[in-house]
């Protein structure tokens, strides 16, 4: 996918309801949203404002009730068949019966389709990355939580897609093995050299929030709307001692401050 559009990722109008029999629930209601190529965007929100279904819907996963998402002047369905996108989620999802290396390698052996994209990532090189050469051919139950993430972000990389979306990758870690990790994760990121990532990451945790992004957009309670997108202007790159520093944590408040205001009405 060439870069012919301003913005990565274009959300207008977007607006979904979950239909029952008895009811229907309206859970995003007319987002409107910006992302340039190659930005960190965090998405935070109350719980059930409709955060990971607007991750779905512009993974093309799920269909918007109204509205519309571009992705570098693509439909997400097409985006997806130009293996444009990877997903990371919360359940790292690894087959136990497979290594390392064969979990990693798995979308090469069952999705060869697409046309007009880079070349794939080689697994063993893409280990290398999140640092997990050495366990290559060690299998899920070996690997501790936050290694099983890494693998399931080396997986989700190895397509070398430009939008990577991750729904609360960290949210089963403990605190310190969390922390840790969104370092790595920008390690990573940031080491994507000619092709730069673009990340849409949802997340609870305000300090990860800051920490990670270049922006950070806070939904309201449902149906979710986007109440504020406040840039965090930190330097990189990022290491763990700045999250005592007084910058990091004006932005922690401010953010937390967002998120305790009543919905106006």
Known sequence: MTIAAPYHVIVEGLTHLFEREDASLTALQDVELRIGWGEFVSVIGPSGCGKSTLLRIMGGLLPPT???VSLGGHRPDEAQRHKE?????????????????ANVRLPLEVNRSGHDRPPDGDPDDLL??????????YYPRELSGGMQQRVALARA???????????EPFGALDEITRRAMRYELLRVWSAAGERPKTVVFV???????????????VLSAAPGAVRAVIDIDLPRP????????????????????????????
């Open 66 to 68: 109204a509205g519309r």
């Open 157 to 167: 990389l190895v397509f070398d897609p430009s939008l990577l979306l991750m729904d």
């Open 203 to 217: 997340t609870h945790s305000v300090a990860e929030a800051v920490a990670l992004s270049d922006r950070v957009v």
């Open 85 to 101: 996108i990877g997903y990371v989620f919360q359940d790292p999802s690894l087959l136990p019966w497979r290594s390392v290396v």
């Open 128 to 137: 290398d990355l999140v640092g997990l050469t050495r366990f290559r051919s």
């Open 238 to 265: 990022r290491g763990e001692e700045m999250e005592t520093q007084h910058e990091f944590l004006k932005y922690e408040a401010q953010l937390l401050d967002l998120l305790r205001e009543p919905i106006a009405v």
